[in-house]
């Protein structure tokens, strides 16, 4: 299950399932410290109907989940024909407070007035392994506190009248025999527990009468902070204040952010820029003001693995600013490069992954290999984040912050790539590829640093340091001149890599991968290798391409990620196929770019979410969702088809 609307400040982040039910909820960084259970149980919410009970997500409502096109507040409608309600919810995170808002419309459907029973369940596991975490009830101001040192959290909610809840209960879930509290509430009464300890929930009561065919209005909130006394400020404010000046200052947010690509937004054709509205929100989101850009909040995967997609990945965080850079965002761009500045490491190079805090993240690279000492990295990863800033440097003309970061980063990370290359091949030398499986010197790779490197003698001319820019120049014109050992003449594609082995010799790895392909085309000369380039690009239509009815590319082939073994077709990827979609754009095939985009617009959620992949015979969603790099991705393509501006045809 994926997260069709995900709601950030860059500090707190909430995901929201799609039953319209929180599922994740991070704190204080984006994807950092994610405060529920999520890979377990969600929040609920419960009506009680004239003694007659429903929790939302048990199958008998009709649930849409969106999110509006020009602001990040979600659009939920969810209607009960069982008790004759219909629920709507719009729902953010406050630009300015750390605080998700749930704003909750009840319809009665009846021509009789009804006895409604709004609750709301809250399920948090600040602690991580359910232990040591407290929740009470704090009756002077008529709310509920779930904490732990420095983690606090004041839930609350309220009827448009002012009214706020009537009944509660604090209780232990997964525990000692113990269901959840949320179970007290299905009689429609709450006990009024007032404190617990360890692994908690917590439930709240609001009621009121709805005349027929009427309607009342709730709102609902939790405030993150550090501490109570902060939280109760907040609070405060928002009781002094109406929430629709909240909503309001939210919506007013979003419209100024969006407005900033607004020229290149109204370039792009009409049918396509709802979603790369949604598509710009839903990269913003994953921003956190310290600079990390995560890979997707969706903690659903750690149920199907070993990990989650909360890092940062240099390669996906500079494949996610890129459309921001072309479409005159500053902001996102620059605490990202500072973010990296600030993680590399000593020797020059960055980490597989990070965490939004900046310490490393997890790992499955390997520091040997046949008894070898060897880096556990993806050289890629270094040598995109100077081919990042050098497209931001030519949007932005932006001198003094480049400058800025020269001695600290492009440079060290330029004298790295130098260093890591091979005298026997003149080639990088081997780490793990983008996809993070295997070790060898990958054509993707070389295809970056060669393009790095040439970005990086640029900046050291401009910055005058001649010395840096001829050697640095110097070296990439070696890679470009060692490059045509990466192209395999048997079957008239970029093949995937080759490792050099102990005695000189190569080892190739002849897997048709489309990121060689796309290496080749976006990082180096296209006009060089045109001829080549035209020819792994028909093998790519031919053997990649449109394996499964549901249509789109997969990675390469043969691969078995996430694969579902039934039918034995690998998953196609968004990524890919929009790639593929680029390539069109710049051999001015633009029915068939356009194709591509309108099938991935097709096969996203209703909200306009993207996953990862999708199954290649029924096209439903597979892998995290969203993928911050589809969207990119998206936006990209549908940026290059408004251009038009693409180098003359191969």
């Known amino acids: 299950m994926g997260r069709p609307v995900i709601l950030s400040n860059g500090q707190l982040m909430v995901g929201l399932d799609e039953d319209g039910l929180v599922h994740d909820f991070y704190y204080p960084y984006v994807g950092l410290d994610n405060l529920t259970t999520a890979h377990n149980v969600h929040h609920n919410v419960g009506l009680w109907v004239d003694g007659v009970f429903s929790w939302i997500d048990d199958g008998s409502w009709d649930i849409k989940v969106d999110f509006e096109k020009d602001a990040l507040i979600s659009s939920i409608k969810m209607k009960s024909l069982k008790l004759g309600i219909e629920i709507n919810f719009r729902d953010f995170v406050d630009n300015r407070q750390n605080s998700f808002i749930r704003r909750i419309k009840i319809t009665n459907l009846l021509e009789n007035s009804r006895d409604i029973r709004l609750f709301m369940h809250q399920i948090f596991q600040i602690s991580r392994g359910g232990r040591a975490d407290t929740v009470l009830y704090v009756p002077e101001a008529n709310y509920i506190l779930n904490y732990k040192g420095r983690y606090v959290l004041l839930i609350y909610g309220q009827t448009s009248k002012g009214v706020g809840m009537d009944q509660y209960a604090v209780g232990n879930y997964g525990i000692e025999g113990k269901k959840g509290t949320y179970v007290d509430a299905e009689d429609g009464e709450l006990s009024g527990s007032t404190v617990e300890h360890g692994s908690v929930d917590s439930v709240l009561r609001i009621s009121t009468t709805i005349k027929p065919n009427g309607s009342e209005n709730v709102d609902y909130w939790i405030i993150a902070s550090d ?151 993806q050289e890629d990863e270094t040598a995109i984040v100077i081919c990042m800033l050098g497209e931001y440097y030519d949007h932005s003309k932006d001198y003094e912050f480049v400058e800025s970061v020269y001695s600290t980063f492009i440079k060290p990370a330029a004298n790295f790539m130098l260093k890591f290359t091979d005298k026997a091949t003149g080639l990088p030398h081997a780490s793990y590829d983008l996809w993070e499986e295997k070790f060898l010197t990958s054509t993707y790779t070389c295809a970056l640093v060669e393009h790095a490197l040439k970005r990086a003698a640029k900046f050291a001319e401009l910055f005058d340091f001649p010395e840096d820019s001829v050697q640095w120049l110097m070296a990439s014109e070696k890679i470009k001149q060692s490059f045509e050992v990466l192209y395999d003449p048997e079957n008239d594609y970029f093949r995937k890599g080759f490792l050099l082995e102990p005695d000189d010799s190569l080892t190739f790895d002849n897997v048709l991968d489309i990121s060689s392909f796309y290496g080749v085309l976006m990082f180096k000369d296209a006009k060089q290798d045109a001829d080549k380039l035209i020819k792994t690009a028909e093998a790519v239509e031919n053997r990649l391409t449109n394996l499964g009815p549901a249509g789109g590319t997969i990675r390469y082939e043969n691969d078995r990620y996430l694969m579902d073994y039934s039918n034995s077709i690998p998953n196609p990827w968004f990524v890919c196929s929009l790639w593929l979609a680029q390539y069109y754009v710049l051999i001015k095939e633009l029915d068939q770019a356009r194709a591509l985009l309108d099938w991935a617009q097709s096969l996203a959620y209703p909200s306009g979410v993207f996953s990862e992949q999708i199954k290649p015979v029924s096209g439903q969603p597979a892998g995290v969702a969203p993928l911050v790099w589809s969207h990119a991705e998206f936006i990209n393509t549908a940026l290059d088809i408004a251009d038009e501006t693409s180098p003359e045809t191969l």
């Not at 005159?328 to 490069?337: I, V």
């Open 227 to 377: 501490s109570q006394y902060d939280c109760e400020q907040v609070h405060k404010s928002y009781l002094e204040q109406s929430i629709e000046k909240v909503e309001n200052g939210v919506r007013r947010y979003w419209l100024k952010w969006l407005a900033i690509g607004k020229p290149s937004i109204d370039r792009i054709d009409k049918k396509y820029r709802s979603l790369v509205q949604k598509s710009m929100m839903l990269i913003a989101t994953h921003c956190d003001k310290r600079g990390s850009i995560l890979a997707s909040g969706d903690s659903s995967i750690l149920n199907y693995g070993r990990d989650y997609y909360c890092y940062c990945w240099p390669r996906d965080s500079a494949y996610a600013i890129w459309p921001l850079i072309r479409m005159g965002y500053r902001d996102e761009p620059k605490r990202f490069f500072e973010f990296c500045r600030d993680v590399l490491h000593p020797d020059g190079y960055l980490a597989h992954k990070y965490l939004p805090d900046k310490s490393v993240g997890s790992t499955w690279h390997s520091l040997l290999r046949n008894g070898k000492k060897e880096l556990a990295i």
